[in-house]
């Protein structure tokens, strides 16, 4: 796959059991997946350490860490919401400026998507 791009979304219905990062388990009853967790995990601190090294054309870098990883970037062009970031945003938020506003402007995004499409909708249905 040498110079194509990857995305890996680990995305799954289990979460990260909590001892890799020196928690306990708090709630029992959430869905662990220590073989997913065998195998994503490496790949996961990986990419992590080497961040983004390059962003193909069209890609525009939105912030930069003091060591030089590129920490945010956003599609030029994109017609609804594109912000691609390397840290999560909700941990913490409340707490967090630029966490809330970046969460802000999502969720402004998010609801003028829902606006728009129930617009076309109704658009669709009256010609009906």
Not at 50 to 63: H, S, T
Not at 68 to 93: D, K, N, T, Y
Request: charged share 25%; with cysteine; hydrophobic share 50%.
């Amino acid at each position: 796959m040498a110079g194509k791009p990857v995305v890996l979304r680990t995305g799954s219905k289990s979460n990260v059991d909590p001892s890799h990062f020196g928690q306990d388990v708090l709630d029992l009853t959430q869905p662990l997946d220590p073989e997913r967790d065998a195998w994503t995990l490496p790949l996961i601190r990986r990419m992590l350490a080497i961040g983004m090294p390059f962003l193909a054309n069209g890609v525009r870098v939105e912030a930069v860490a003091p060591d030089g990883v590129i920490e945010a970037f956003s599609f030029e062009g994109a017609r609804a919401f594109s912000l691609c970031v390397q840290w999560h945003p909700e941990w913490q938020a409340a707490d967090n400026p630029v966490s809330m506003r970046l969460l802000r402007v999502f969720g402004d995004a998010v609801r003028r998507y829902r606006d728009e499409a129930a617009a076309r909708v109704a658009a669709g249905a009256a010609l009906a």
